[in-house]
């Protein structure tokens, strides 16, 4: 992503991300009672308007922001197949004449670590989310703080899907470090918000969400001087 966006922008959108996931994990006790709304919490947190950085390095204009939205997921035309996820963090990198340069997406299924884990349940939702490899993470909540792990990660037995807690790390330095410096996350991965489904490079028809989905995108945009 640095060939693409000034590596200060990189640095200073992670301190947002770090700084806002802070707030979150702070406010986890007003809200734990549901994953849904801890869900919510996660992305009105990160959402901030437009910002704008000037680049002395490179004598350019950028600006960035996080949006947040949850995707219906039922209704009259309810999706008829699920890939597992909960959501999706998205990345979109714009030039100075509009045209978009990159996108990525960083798939999420989240879990209340303070209630016990596993079954056939979550065993479907990670086979579902294997196939996506490094793209998809497990997110976990808890009043200690919020954890992440890729679902590639995590080893399988007969019977039931464990964390193997010398890989899970914190969420901060996952989406902050490893997802905007472009270590984690697939290109080309994205919601198409109008079809109402999940796009990939090598999938056209696109997959439904089968419950209500969260998606936090990041927008940078360049601009000439």
């Excluded at 994205?190 to 109402?196: K, T, V």
Aim: aromatic share 10%.
């Amino acid at each position: 992503m640095s060939e693409i966006v000034s590596r200060h922008v990189l640095f200073e959108i992670e301190h947002h991300i770090r700084e806002r996931v802070a707030d979150a994990e702070f406010g986890f006790q007003f809200s734990e009672a549901d994953e849904d709304a801890v869900t919510g919490a996660l992305g009105q947190s990160l959402v901030t308007r437009p910002r704008q950085t000037y680049d002395l390095s490179t004598e350019s204009q950028y600006e960035w922001s996080f949006t947040y939205r949850k995707i219906r997921g039922r209704g009259p035309k309810a999706p008829e197949k699920s890939i597992g996820a909960d959501g999706i963090f998205h990345m979109e990198v714009f030039g100075a004449d509009g045209e978009l340069l990159r996108q990525k997406g960083l798939l999420f299924q989240a879990k209340m670590g303070t209630k016990p884990s596993g079954g056939m349940k979550m065993r479907e939702q990670m086979e579902c989310l294997i196939r996506f490899r490094r793209a998809s993470i497990l997110l976990e909540y808890g009043p200690h703080g919020y954890s992440a792990t890729p679902v590639d990660d995590l080893p399988q037995d007969d019977n039931n899907w464990r964390y193997r807690r010398a890989v899970t790390r914190p969420l901060a330095d996952v989406l902050g470090s490893d997802f905007v410096h472009c270590r984690i996350g697939q290109l080309g991965l994205r919601f198409d918000h109008n079809r109402e489904c999940l796009l990939f490079p090598e999938e056209t028809n696109g997959y439904h969400f089968a419950s209500n989905a969260d998606i936090v995108t990041l927008h940078i945009d360049r601009y000439p001087l």
